[in-house]
Structures are given as structure tokens and as C-alpha cells.
């Protein structure tokens, strides 16, 4: 139904960047949003950043400033543009698209495979 696609993760010393992609494929007729989540060893799933198609964006307090979301709205990508990286960003960063697809009633959840990013200190 829906194939999300991530790439960019790797390690990077403190204070280096990151970029991570995320391309959605399949038969999404509409999407709600895009966003990147996170989980840390022994911790919770948390939300880093997500974008609506209003479009809206909303950060976890501990990366706003550092890190941007952006959408290709055209190639049904999003993109996490991490700068200022701290080791306790170090996480298995996941993309997650919530909207219609054909063949299901309501708008649902859709995981990426994960991609690791480890900052070094």
C-alpha cells in the first residue's frame, strides 16, 4: 500500500549535520502529514518534527532551532535538515505518513524501516 523510504542517517561528530530523506510511494491518494520520529535505546517513541499539508510544523522542544522539516509536496518527500547535532540526539529515526490510501476507509499511520543516527562527542 505504502512504501516510505528513508535514507541520510549515519555518524557524525557533535556539532556536525545531518540530512535525512523520506520518499513515500504506493497508492496514497491524500496525506495528512509527514513527519520524523525518534527512539533512543530503553526509551519511548518520540515525535522530532512533522509537517502538515496545511502547511504546519511542529518540533519537539529539544531540537527546535537546529533542526527543519520540509516536504517536496511533488515527489511526496520529507526531508530533516539536523543541524547543531548533540549525542543525545543519537536515535533510530523513523518517517511516518499519516493519510488515505486506496482500498482503506480513514486516514492511517505508515512507518519508514528506520535509519540510525549516531552523534559521536
Known amino acids: 500500500q505504502v512504501q516510505l523510504v528513508e535514507s541520510g542517517g549515519g555518524l557524525v561528530q557533535a556539532g556536525g549535520s545531518l540530512r535525512l530523506s523520506c520518499a513515500a510511494s504506493?497508492?496514497?491518494?491524500?496525506?495528512?502529514?509527514m513527519g520524523w520520529y525518534r527512539q533512543a535505546p530503553g526509551k519511548q517513541r518520540e515525535l522530532v518534527a512533522s509537517?502538515?499539508?496545511?502547511?504546519?510544523?511542529n518540533y519537539a522542544d529539544s531540537v527546535k532551532g537546529r533542526f527543519t522539516i520540509s516536504r517536496d509536496n511533488a515527489k511526496n518527500t520529507v526531508y530533516l535538515q539536523m543541524n547543531s547535532l548533540k549525542p543525545e540526539d543519537t536515535a533510530v529515526y523513523y518517517c511516518?505518513?499519516?493519510?488515505?490510501?486506496?482500498?482503506?476507509?480513514?486516514?492511517?499511520?505508515?512507518w519508514g524501516q528506520g535509519t540510525q543516527v549516531t552523534v559521536s562527542s
Open positions: 509537517m502538515s499539508s496545511g502547511p504546519s510544523t
Open positions: 504506493g497508492s496514497i491518494l491524500s496525506i495528512n502529514a
Open positions: 511516518n505518513l499519516r493519510g488515505y490510501v486506496s482500498g482503506r476507509w480513514g486516514a492511517y499511520d505508515y
